[in-house]
């Protein structure tokens, strides 16, 4: 597999449950990210799939993210969500 590009992640402080914490997206994409030498981008949270797919739609709109990969480590119950904020579904 190719190195990504771009890593994005959940902002854990940015969830439903303002009082809880969690680095779970985080920290599934850290060693990734070391390898690949990216910084992973956590500026969205959980409520935040509509701007997060806004700004993915903006990157592909420049170029930014043509012929380059992106992964997204995402809170598994918000992915429907997501993907429908990308159009998908």
């Not at 990504?4 to 850290?30: Q, S």
């Not at 910084?39 to 949270?45: A, H, L, M, R």
């Not at 930014?64 to 918000?78: D, I, N």
Request: hydrophobic share 35%; net charge positive; with cysteine.
């Amino acid at each position: 597999w190719p190195l990504p590009h771009y890593i994005f992640a959940l902002n854990p402080g940015m969830r439903n449950k303002k009082k809880k914490r969690n680095y779970r997206e985080i920290e599934t994409v850290e060693q990734l990210a070391e390898k690949a030498n990216k910084t992973i981008d956590y500026s969205f949270g959980e409520t935040q799939s509509y701007e997060f797919a806004k700004h993915i739609a903006k990157l592909v709109k420049t170029g930014e993210l043509c012929g380059k990969l992106a992964v997204v480590s995402w809170k598994h119950s918000e992915i429907p969500n997501l993907a429908h904020s990308l159009g998908c579904g």
